[in-house]
């Protein structure tokens, strides 16, 4: 797919990693829809992207809410044949903490935001690309999902993210084999740990603890280095059903 005929809906994409794949694709010449349920940080997200960028206020958990914005996103671009999922949250804590066991709901909220909403996008996504005149090896479209190296060796304190990430991981083949008869790729990237506003008020220490667990480079990932690694997704139609991971060589430890 050329750079210059992605129309894509980006959700998590008025900040972090989400905006700087909304800014590498339009400036490749691409049509994006950012997708936010910050109503103020997409407005200014979309006017700072310029004419070829839209917003919409989304919760990614909401399925009527997604089918509604995937549809009018796709009226006002003209088309659309590309979903990146970005949006998602931490839900850091422990199974048994301190003031005792995770309530049930932020477990729930976790993998309703980070699993649940990747379904719904790409679930509503493809429903529309299968109606896309085919291009180059019958491709009417893609959708790229957001991990984490977390899927792997989750940490303690993120068994809720991991299982939310894991299932994300878990889902992308079997998608992607199922989507393969209406001619719709279906990637996942695995970022590991990336700099993004999560980790702007990070003491300086915990901020080069963090870069030195990094084999090489010794240092976080550029928000830019995951845009490149989605725009590379896009772009190379063999690459399908898989997960990859974008991390420096890092594998995490228990804590």
């Not at 303690?156 to 008869?181: D, N």
């Not at 989605?230 to 690459?239: E, H, L, Q, S």
């Amino acid at each position: 797919m050329q750079a210059d005929q992605v129309r894509a809906v980006i959700t998590g994409g008025a900040s972090g990693l989400g905006l700087a794949v909304a800014r590498h694709l339009v400036a490749a010449g691409a049509r994006v829809t950012v997708f936010d349920v910050n109503q103020d940080k997409g407005v200014a997200a979309a006017q700072t992207l310029g004419a070829q960028a839209w917003f919409q206020r989304v919760d990614v958990s909401n399925e009527a809410d997604v089918v509604a914005a995937v549809n009018q996103a796709a009226a006002a671009m003209g088309g659309l044949n590309a979903a990146i999922n970005c949006a998602g949250i931490l839900g850091a804590g422990r199974v048994l903490g301190r003031e005792g066991p995770m309530a049930l709901s932020q477990f729930e909220t976790t993998v309703r935001v980070n699993l649940i909403g990747s379904f719904n996008i790409a679930k509503a996504a493809a429903n529309l690309m299968q109606q896309n005149s085919p291009g180059e090896d019958g491709e009417r479209g893609i959708i790229i999902n957001t991990a984490s190296i977390a899927a792997f060796e989750g940490q303690i304190g993120q068994c809720a993210y991991s299982a939310s990430k894991g299932g994300v991981v878990s889902m992308t083949l079997p998608m992607a084999r199922e989507f393969a008869r209406i001619g719709v790729r279906v990637v996942t990237v695995a970022p590991g740990v990336f700099h993004t506003p999560m980790v702007d008020g990070m003491p300086p220490e915990v901020y080069a603890s963090l870069c030195a667990q990094v084999p090489f480079p010794s240092r976080l990932g550029a928000p830019d280095e995951f845009a490149q690694t989605v725009a590379f997704v896009i772009g190379n139609r063999y690459i399908n059903g898989s997960t990859i991971r974008v991390d420096g060589a890092i594998r995490l430890q228990p804590k």
